[in-house]
């Protein structure tokens, strides 16, 4: 079992910037590959970014490249989002997810394990 605990939302002016932190609570950090989503109220969970296990490739999704940067810290146990120029439509519960044997790492089923969310709010 792997308890993920989300960080770091709030509300921000459109342009601004917020980091999220996912800490996980598990020894295998490292050999999960690790996701952020997002869900806006009225709509479907959709995939954000994921990053690989082991060397962390990164793979983001089109509305959200150039902007957001994923990362992790498997020292740390910790996975990171940091969002730049951020728009009002990037307003949602963000999760993290953890998977461990996910191919695209791009669908909600690959996950296993999910965080409780944190609310971002960036205002226009």
């Known amino acids: 079992q792997v308890q993920l605990v989300e960080s770091g939302g709030g509300l921000v002016q459109a342009g601004g910037s917020l980091r999220l932190s996912c800490a996980a609570s598990?020894?295998?950090?490292?050999?999960?590959?690790m996701g952020w989503f997002r869900q806006a109220p009225g709509k479907e969970r959709e995939f954000v970014a994921a990053?690989?296990?082991?060397?962390?490739?990164?793979n983001y999704a089109d509305s959200v490249k150039g902007r957001f940067t994923i990362s992790r810290d498997n020292a740390k146990n910790t996975l990171y989002l940091q969002m730049n120029s951020l728009k009002y439509e990037d307003t949602a519960v963000y999760y993290c997810?953890?998977?461990?044997?996910?191919?695209?790492?791009?669908?909600?089923?690959?996950?296993?394990?999910w965080g409780q969310g944190t609310q971002v709010t960036v205002s226009s």
């Open positions: 997810a953890a998977s461990w044997q996910g191919r695209t790492l791009t669908t909600v089923g690959e996950y296993d394990y």
């Open positions: 990053i690989s296990w082991g060397i962390g490739i990164p």
């Open positions: 598990t020894r295998t950090f490292s050999n999960y590959a």
